[in-house]
T-cell receptor, first 118, second 116 residues
Framework: GAVVSQHPSRVICKSGTSVKIECRSL??????MFWYRQFPKQSLMLMAT?????????EQGVEKDKFLINHASLTLSTLTVTSAHPEDSSFYIC??????????????FGPGTRLTVT | AQTVTQSQPEMSVQEAETVTLSCTYD???????LFWYKQPPSRQMILVIR??????QNATENRFSVNFQKAAKSFSLKISDSQLGDTAMYFC?????????????FGKGTKLTVNP
């Protein structure tokens, strides 16, 4: 299998605080992990791509100082939303690529984390 | 830059009938991958079907099949014998052939409702 988990599934935080979201590949080592943001009734917007031991590559328009990504190991990536504001409220989804020799490099998605900033 | 367009924001179909979701894309690449993902109300992204651009044969997965027209840059999804569990958002996605770090480019999605 190829299971990706996210923790927490839901989080509520106060404006100005920081919140960390974890993404884990449970049964495989992920070469690359991706972080997406999804607003209600909209598509997934890629925020950044991260490889273990390397700095994340952020998409244009994404504030790297606000959305800190740490890919500490081949099974764990974290997204920290710093100094959160209500407009950061969203659904955050991670995915991981499994190096199984498939040319598709299929992305396996986590179940998502709903962040609400009050 | 690659773009993916899904022109049908919402569609509905009766249970057991067939429905086709449209997707077009724009790229200058000659080889690439195309995907259809399903996102049910649980919001878990699920891969439905995938297609390699250099393969002319259309991919099929049980009740799901695609009509891949490379020259027209079209990649539609046909769902046969629709089931209530098919109710979901469906996203078409494009990926270049550049290895595991290559990102997916998603369309805006089509909300499909299967009615009993």
């Amino acid at each position: 299998g190829a299971v990706v988990s996210q923790h927490p599934s839901r989080v509520i935080c106060k404006s100005g605080t920081s919140v960390k979201i974890e993404c884990r590949s449970l049964d495989f080592q992920a070469t690359t992990m991706f972080w997406y943001r999804q607003f209600p009734k909209q598509s997934l917007m890629l925020m950044a791509t991260s490889n273990e031991g390397s700095k994340a590559t952020y998409e244009q328009g994404v504030e790297k100082d606000k959305f800190l990504i740490n890919h500490a190991s081949l099974t764990l990536s974290t997204l920290t939303v710093t100094s959160a504001h209500p407009e950061d409220s969203s659904f955050y989804i991670c995915s991981a690529t499994k190096p199984d020799g498939s040319p598709f490099y299929e992305q396996y998605f986590g179940p998502g984390t709903r962040l609400t900033v009050t | 830059a690659q773009t993916v367009t899904q022109s049908q924001p919402e569609m509905s179909v009766q249970e057991a009938e067939t429905v086709t979701l449209s997707c077009t894309y724009d790229t200058s690449e000659s080889n690439y991958y195309l995907f259809w993902y399903k996102q049910p109300p649980s919001r878990q992204m699920i891969l439905v079907i995938r297609q390699e651009a250099y393969k002319q044969q259309n991919a099929t997965e049980n009740r799901f099949s695609v009509n891949f027209q490379k020259a027209a840059k079209s990649f539609s999804l046909k769902i046969s014998d629709s089931q209530l569990g098919d109710t979901a958002m469906y996203f078409c996605a494009f990926k270049r052939v550049q290895g595991g770090s290559e990102k997916l480019v998603f369309g805006k999605g089509t909300k499909l409702t299967v009615n009993p």
